[in-house]
């Protein structure tokens, strides 16, 4: 059986019928186009200029609290002169705290409405702790003492590199919010910073009305499923 014959494109003379030449040279005008609209959706590293593959690495501007994309080579040399620059390069680790300890007392203290958090150290020596919400990352109250009370129950958290990572909370299992609750629970893990923005991002994007709608606990359950698929276990049994 005879195939239909595929429409062409022409590309260098004319098309057979009559048609000028000059339609060849505005199809190639228009995949030139085409592929320039590509190759700037791709991201690109913001020191050097150089095209990014989806898993790139990311630098932190701790005077802005921005991050910033990186090639490997950009992440390096900021690497070295860290402790010159604003620039610090965001880490990959990610642990799940299978051990951690944190009383409600602590956790209520915090007053915070999304039962989420994320708390960072600072290079100048101050802690912070902020929770996502719809407006962006909220920033709550941590006083030194309570941070101390929590890294005396978790030695883990005195390994925090400043600025650049995160103890992230996510209690959300104990409500309606999130399926198969039960199974997760209170939930602990250190996380590079980028992961909080990620986080805090996909909540501005997709939360609707006063309690987020299911669109937005869908992604907000993919991401802590993502998470623990992707983190060593610390401490625990065995």
Not at 3 to 8: G, K, N, R
Not at 13 to 42: F, T
Not at 189 to 197: G, T
Not at 215 to 225: E, G, P, S, V
Request: charged share 25%.
């Amino acid at each position: 059986m005879s195939q239909p014959e595929s429409p062409q494109v022409p590309v260098g003379g004319g098309s057979g019928n009559g048609a000028p030449a000059a339609d060849g040279a505005a199809s190639i005008a228009a995949l030139r186009r085409i592929s320039k609209r590509r190759e700037e959706a791709q991201e690109r590293c913001e020191l050097c200029g150089v095209g990014l593959p989806d898993d790139h690495e990311h630098l932190y501007d701790v005077g802005k609290r921005q991050l910033a994309c990186a090639c490997g080579a950009c992440a390096v040399i900021t690497d070295v002169r860290s402790m010159k620059g604003t620039y610090r390069r965001v880490p990959r680790r990610y642990l799940a705290l299978a051990d951690f300890e944190m009383t409600d007392e602590q956790w209520e203290a915090l007053a915070i409405p999304v039962n989420m958090a994320f708390m960072t150290t600072g290079s100048d020596g101050g802690i912070h702790c902020h929770y996502p919400s719809p407006a962006g990352a909220t920033e709550s109250l941590l006083t030194l003492e309570g941070w101390e009370e929590l890294v005396e129950q978790n030695p883990i958290l005195g390994e925090l590199e400043p600025d650049v990572e995160a103890l992230l909370v996510n209690r959300a299992g104990e409500g309606h919010e999130i399926e198969s609750s039960d199974e997760h629970g209170h939930e602990y893990f250190l996380v590079p910073i980028d992961a909080c923005f990620e986080l805090v991002g996909l909540i501005r994007v997709h939360w609707r009305g006063f309690s987020g709608g299911k669109q937005a606990w869908d992604r907000i359950a993919d991401f802590f499923n993502g998470l623990r698929m992707q983190a060593d276990v610390h401490g625990g049994e065995g």
